[in-house]
């Protein structure tokens, strides 16, 4: 195992055991005058199908943010890790929407939902650094979704979406880690266009 490859998966232990403390100490996990400050850098006219997450463990809720992205009519849709795959699709739900387990246990939309490509994600963050990267679980399969639209010449923005206090100053990455454009957290947005 490489030296990063060994940082990271130690860092994953930290900042698990890190979030869980958040958690219980946090008492606004979605800000309304945070997640506005982001309508004045991406123009919400333009986009139409935003990607977010059903949060699992100890990750910030996403609860209100869904609320929100559908309240501002945007198509909602979550990610789905195909058979046999390394990167996700995206398929819209709906506040009725039915969900069953999919890969790791992450409850995925059901299958005869519509695939869209998202103009917009969300996406969860063990750990996020100054420059605008993050720490996911360790699958990559953010990465290599993000890496696949780029080579299609799809324009879209990243933000990840964690507690203010998972910041890091920096991650160990690897070159082919993803620079997100924003992260939101319950207190502030980070710019990093």
């Given at each position: 195992?490489?030296i990063?490859?060994?940082?990271?998966?130690?860092l994953?232990?930290?900042l698990?055991?890190?979030?869980?403390?958040?958690?219980?100490?946090?008492?606004v996990?979605?800000?309304?005058k945070?997640?506005?400050?982001?309508r004045?850098?991406i123009?919400?006219?333009?986009?139409?199908?935003?990607a977010s997450?059903?949060?699992?463990?100890?990750?910030?809720?996403?609860?209100?943010?869904?609320?929100?992205?559908m309240?501002?009519?945007?198509?909602?849709?979550?990610?789905?890790?195909?058979?046999?795959?390394?990167?996700?699709?995206f398929k819209?739900?709906?506040?009725?929407?039915?969900?069953?387990?999919g890969k790791?246990?992450?409850?995925?939309?059901?299958?005869?939902?519509?695939?869209v490509?998202?103009?917009?994600?969300?996406?969860?963050?063990?750990?996020?650094?100054?420059?605008?990267?993050?720490l996911?679980?360790g699958?990559?399969?953010?990465?290599?979704?993000?890496?696949k639209?780029?080579?299609?010449?799809?324009?879209?923005?990243?933000?990840g979406f964690?507690?203010?206090d998972?910041?890091?100053?920096?991650?160990?990455?690897?070159?082919?880690?993803?620079?997100l454009d924003?992260v939101?957290?319950?207190k502030?947005?980070?710019?990093?266009?």
């Amino acid at each position: 195992m490489n030296i990063l490859v060994s940082q990271k998966k130690d860092l994953r232990k930290i900042l698990i055991k890190k979030r869980e403390k958040i958690k219980k100490n946090v008492d606004v996990e979605f800000n309304y005058k945070v997640f506005d400050q982001l309508r004045e850098f991406i123009d919400f006219e333009k986009i139409q199908d935003v990607a977010s997450f059903v949060s699992i463990r100890s990750e910030i809720s996403t609860d209100q943010l869904n609320n929100k992205i559908m309240e501002l009519g945007k198509n909602l849709s979550f990610p789905v890790i195909g058979k046999n795959s390394d990167q996700l699709n995206f398929k819209t739900v709906d506040a009725k929407n039915s969900f069953k387990l999919g890969k790791f246990n992450i409850p995925e939309p059901i299958n005869d939902n519509k695939d869209v490509i998202p103009q917009l994600f969300f996406v969860p963050c063990l750990g996020f650094d100054l420059k605008g990267f993050r720490l996911g679980y360790g699958g990559g399969f953010y990465d290599r979704t993000f890496a696949k639209f780029n080579k299609l010449n799809l324009k879209f923005y990243s933000v990840g979406f964690a507690f203010d206090d998972q910041k890091q100053n920096k991650l160990p990455r690897e070159f082919f880690d993803y620079k997100l454009d924003f992260v939101l957290t319950e207190k502030q947005l980070y710019n990093f266009l």
